[in-house]
């Protein structure tokens, strides 16, 4: 799975607490590399570090020690210390103006092979591009919620994953309206 390009919200809240930090936003951006060579089939390994790269866009607060902030986003554990992280520093006025919107996407792909010898192979990829993220994960959550109703309607309770939703329970078309409009 590789995210982005786009906004995380976490990382984001990560470097405003940062001493020094005025505002700022954290860009989650895919190694094309790293994409490429699963596009290509070659299943490879890879780190964190291989896979994703850290953009962020820092106000400093006016006489703050900027190469601190700089080091300590870059080292802070649990967020930027295992992915190459590059730290732009700007002003509130271009955050406000070029960074205003909360978009993100990705791309999950897999491959594999078939055949006697493994010669032949395969790959499937989806990707996703939102302009408002927190928009769709809302979307995404009461979707689920619905899914949760028509559970309980039918006195199924307990744990449920993802992979235990019917697809259909996440509409709020009949199946009937599915059947009509969606195949």
């Known amino acids: 799975t590789f995210w982005g390009k786009g906004v995380s919200q976490g990382h984001s809240d990560a470097i405003r607490r ?20 699963v596009r290509r089939g070659e299943q490879p390994e890879l780190t964190t570090r ?47 103006r070029d960074h205003a919107g909360i978009p993100h996407g990705g791309f999950v792909m897999r491959s594999g092979v078939t ?39 039918e006195k199924s309770y307990g744990c449920k994953t993802v992979f235990d939703v019917p697809p259909a329970y996440l509409s709020p078309l009949s199946g009937e309206e599915i059947r009509a409009h969606l195949l």
Do not use: W
């Open 18 to 37: 940062v001493e020094g930090v005025q505002d700022g936003k954290q860009y989650t951006v895919p190694i094309e590399a790293a994409m490429e060579a």
């Open 50 to 96: 291989q896979k994703h790269l850290r953009e962020c866009y820092v106000v400093a607060k006016e006489g703050a020690d900027r190469a601190k902030i700089e080091h300590d986003i870059k080292t802070m554990p649990n967020y930027f210390d295992e992915y190459d992280t590059v730290v732009h520093f700007i002003s509130q006025e271009e955050l406000d």
């Open 115 to 153: 055949g006697a010898e493994g010669e032949h192979k395969h790959l499937i990829e989806y990707s996703l591009k939102l302009d408002s993220n927190p928009e769709f994960t809302t979307n995404v959550l009461v979707a689920f919620a619905r899914a949760v109703a028509r559970f309980a309607a």
